[in-house]
């Protein structure tokens, strides 16, 4: 059996693997297959999906075994380095790629009959939310974007300094479940990062000392003092300009040379796309301005096959 499936929130990719799972299904494969064209009008101006994830389903035949949840990690961290690769390399855009790696972790969850943690007590596949639907207890899929995170990371150049700090920073937030660092946390990694405090917590900085704790500065508060200087502000100029729904500005400003000159852009944004939490209010601005990466592209230049006209196969044409 084969299901198309798409959607954004854990607990309905939860939904279905207990649908499947209570019927005698599980999950041996998944791809993210490109379904909708990205520049639609719906896809425009909001943070919507553009592919489905396509899920290849067979009856249980053995029993299976419970497992740890060191064991799942395990798997998972196996499974998903060489899964993003492979979906990179497929043109899948970094939004898609977040919410298609549900696939790979059915797959892993569809092996076991249950999965334990250290003190005994079952993982679920969404985890345990409180009222106001925060997570209280991690679940499979929670662990998967976390994986997902720490290889973001990676993508991030140690020469955009700003940057690096942003997302060791949030990746640091990821682990501790926290919106802010410890004061003391915050000043190591500055200095791991070979960034100055007083010019990071400044006017125009990107973090915010609350107390003896430290929140990273939102981007909409940063605008009247960004000078365009690094990579990162250039960046929080473009969500600027998605917050404010200035589309006309916004496409001039992603294809302008500040951003097409710029190799480290839409990889740190991307990266970043993965470091932030789902509940994030930055989230949605990333998301949005990530799928711009695939609508601004410049027009590749088209091929005559006329050679009446003195043009050859070789020969572009210049289209305005």
Not at 66 to 94: C, H, Y
Not at 253 to 282: K, M
Not at 300 to 319: D, E, F, K, Y
Request: hydrophobic share 40%; charged share 25%.
């Amino acid at each position: 059996m084969t299901i198309f499936y798409a959607h954004k929130h854990p607990i309905a990719w939860a939904a279905l693997f207990e649908a499947l799972h209570t019927a005698g299904w599980e999950v041996t494969r998944s791809w993210v297959v490109l379904t909708e064209k990205i520049s639609r009008i719906g896809g425009c101006y909001r943070a919507s999906l553009s592919s489905n994830v396509l899920l290849v389903c067979r009856p249980i035949k053995a029993p299976r075994r419970v497992v740890t949840l060191a064991t799942v990690k395990r798997e998972l961290k196996q499974r998903l380095s060489g899964w993003v690769k492979e979906t990179e390399s497929a043109g899948i855009n970094a939004v898609d790629l977040i919410y298609g790696s549900f696939g790979p972790a059915l797959e892993i969850l569809s092996r076991y009959e249950q999965v334990l943690d250290h003190d005994g007590v079952p993982v679920t596949a969404a985890g345990v939310r409180n009222k106001r639907g925060h997570v209280v207890r991690k679940g499979v899929f929670q662990y998967a974007f976390d994986l997902l995170a720490e290889l973001a990371l990676n993508k991030i150049p140690k020469s955009q300094k700003d940057a690096y700090f942003v997302g060791r920073s949030l990746l640091e937030m990821r682990k501790r479940r926290r919106d802010s660092l410890p004061y003391k946390t915050a000043r190591r990694l500055l200095k791991a990062a070979g960034l100055d405090e007083t010019e990071a917590t400044g006017p125009g900085g990107f973090l915010t000392v609350v107390g003896k704790r430290v929140k990273l500065t939102p981007f909409d508060r940063r605008q009247q003092k960004l000078f365009m200087a690094t990579t990162l502000d250039r960046i929080h100029h473009a969500m600027t300009l998605v917050r404010r729904k200035a589309w006309p500005q916004l496409r001039a400003f992603l294809t302008s040379e500040a951003v097409t000159q710029d190799r480290d852009f839409w990889p740190i944004v991307n990266a970043l796309c993965w470091l932030y939490p789902g509940h994030h209010p930055d989230r949605q601005v990333l998301e949005v301005l990530s799928i711009r990466q695939y609508m601004y592209r410049p027009p590749r230049p088209r091929r005559a096959n006329r050679v009446g006209m003195g043009l050859t196969q070789s020969h572009p044409i210049i289209t305005i």
